[in-house]
C-alpha cells in the first residue's frame, strides 16, 4: 500500500519567549501527527525559554532577523527554498509579511492565519497601537482573503473581527480553542517548589499573567484589600513580568499588603504554584482566549474570572465551574473570592467541575481539529 506524501508545515514566529502565541505554537509542533505532518520552524530570531521545550524532530530555522521588515526577503528566501505545503502564522503582526512574502515567492503555497486577539480591543489599547492598526487594516482588507484558512481563538473574537471586516470570507473562517496538555499540567503540577511561599498562610490565592494593564490587576490589588479585611491570614501570589511591576509593586505598599502579596516573576511551570493555592484569579479587561484559566481548572482549583470580551465567558459556566464577574469591578472581584474561600464544598464543586471543563480543551481533543483544518486546505 502506498503511503501518502505527508504535509509539509512551516510555522513563523518572532521567537519562543514566554508568550500566548508561542506556547500554542509549541504545543502544535509537540503534537501534530508525525505520520501526516513534516514539521519545520522558522524564527525571525533564534531565541526564547520556549526552544527548551521542541521536539527533537523540529528543523528550527534561523534567519537572524532584527525586524520583521529586514527579515521579509529572509522568509521569502525561506519559502523558496523549503517548499512548504503550508505557510502558518500564530502572531498578528506577521501575517501581513507573511502573506507578502507568498505573493513575492511566486509560489504555490497555502497560508493558515491564526488571530490571537481581539480587534478591536487592541485599538482601545493605545494610541500608538491604533496607529499602527490604521496602516494594517488597509493590508487586511487588501490581502487577507488571499490566505487559504484563518483561525480565531474564540467566537467573540471571530464576531468582532467581521464587524471591523465586512468583505472577509467568512468561509475561510474557523473558531478554533486554544490546546491545553492536559496530561503534562497534571505532571507538572506535582513538581516540589524549592523556594518557600508563605508557610504561613492559610488561605492562598493566585493570580498568572503578563503585569501589563489590560491584565487588570490594579483592580484585583483593590479587591484583595477587601478580602484581606474580611478574611485572615491570607496571601496571594503573583506569577508574571511587565513593565508595570514596578507599579503595581508600589500600588500594593500604598494599600499597605506588602507583606501579603508575593511578585514571584516568570515561572516555567506556574502549576505547581497554582496546585498549592485555594483559587486562582483572572482580573483581565480583555483576552483573545484566557489559556491560563483552563490551565487553572486542570490544577483542580476553583476559578473566579471577569466576564471580559472574549475568552472567559466562553469556557465558564457561570457559578457550574468557575464564577464570573464584572471586568473594573473590585467588589464583584472580591465578593466572588470570599464566597468561595468561606465555602468549602462550592470550592470544591467548582473544582471539579473545572477540571471536567478543562478537559474539552484538552490537545489531543483540538489538535484533530487543527489537523482537519490543514489536511482540507492542501486537497
Not at 467568512?170 to 513538581?191: H, R, S
Request: glycine fraction near 6%.
Amino acid at each position: 500500500m502506498t503511503q501518502l506524501k505527508k504535509i509539509k508545515i512551516a510555522f513563523i514566529l518572532q521567537n519562543l519567549n514566554i508568550g500566548g502565541a508561542e506556547r500554542v505554537s509549541v504545543t502544535l509542533l509537540r503534537n501534530l501527527d508525525r505520520s501526516k505532518f513534516e514539521i519545520i520552524l522558522i524564527l525571525l530570531k533564534r531565541e526564547g525559554v520556549y526552544l527548551d521545550l521542541l521536539p527533537p524532530d523540529v528543523e528550527v530555522i534561523n534567519l537572524n532577523g532584527n525586524s520583521t521588515l529586514s527579515a521579509l526577503p529572509k522568509i521569502v528566501w525561506s519559502i523558496k527554498k523549503l517548499k512548504p505545503d503550508i505557510l502558518f502564522s500564530t502572531l498578528f503582526r506577521l501575517n501581513i509579511p507573511i502573506l507578502l512574502a507568498k505573493i513575492l515567492a511566486l509560489q504555490k503555497i497555502k497560508v493558515v492565519l491564526r488571530i490571537p486577539t481581539t480587534y478591536s480591543l487592541m485599538r482601545e489599547s493605545s494610541k500608538s497601537i491604533r496607529q499602527k492598526l490604521e496602516l494594517s487594516s488597509i493590508f487586511i482588507k487588501l490581502l487577507y482573503n488571499i490566505a487559504d484558512g484563518i483561525i480565531f481563538i474564540s467566537r467573540g473574537s471571530f464576531e468582532d473581527f467581521c464587524n471591523h471586516f465586512k468583505k472577509i470570507d467568512k468561509k475561510k473562517c474557523q473558531v478554533i480553542y486554544n490546546p491545553v496538555e492536559i496530561e503534562n499540567i497534571l505532571k507538572a503540577k506535582d513538581e516540589k517548589i524549592e523556594e518557600p511561599v508563605w508557610s504561613d498562610k492559610s488561605r492562598k490565592i493566585i493570580a498568572v499573567g503578563r503585569l501589563v494593564p489590560e491584565k487588570g490587576y490594579k483592580y484585583l490589588l483593590d479587591a484583595f484589600s477587601i478580602v484581606s479585611n474580611e478574611i485572615d491570614n491570607i496571601g496571594l501570589i503573583i506569577l508574571g513580568e511587565g513593565k508595570e511591576r514596578k507599579n503595581l509593586e508600589e500600588y500594593a505598599s500604598k494599600l499597605n499588603l506588602t507583606s501579603n502579596i508575593i511578585f514571584l516573576g516568570s515561572k516555567q511551570n506556574p502549576f505547581k504554584y497554582m496546585s498549592h493555592c485555594d483559587l486562582f484569579v483572572l482580573s483581565s479587561l480583555w483576552e483573545g482566549f484566557a489559556n491560563v484559566v483552563v490551565e487553572a481548572m486542570a490544577c483542580g482549583i476553583p476559578v473566579v474570572a471577569t466576564n471580559c470580551p472574549y475568552g472567559p465567558g466562553e469556557i465558564i459556566d457561570n457559578g457550574l465551574n468557575g464564577i464570573l464577574v464584572p471586568a473594573k469591578d473590585p467588589k464583584a472581584l472580591a465578593q466572588a473570592i470570599i464566597l468561595i474561600l468561606k465555602n468549602p464544598e462550592l470550592a470544591n464543586s467548582l473544582g471539579r467541575c473545572g477540571f471536567r471543563r478543562a478537559l474539552d480543551f484538552d490537545v489531543k481533543k483540538i489538535i484533530k481539529e487543527y489537523e482537519e483544518l490543514f489536511c482540507k486546505i492542501v486537497v
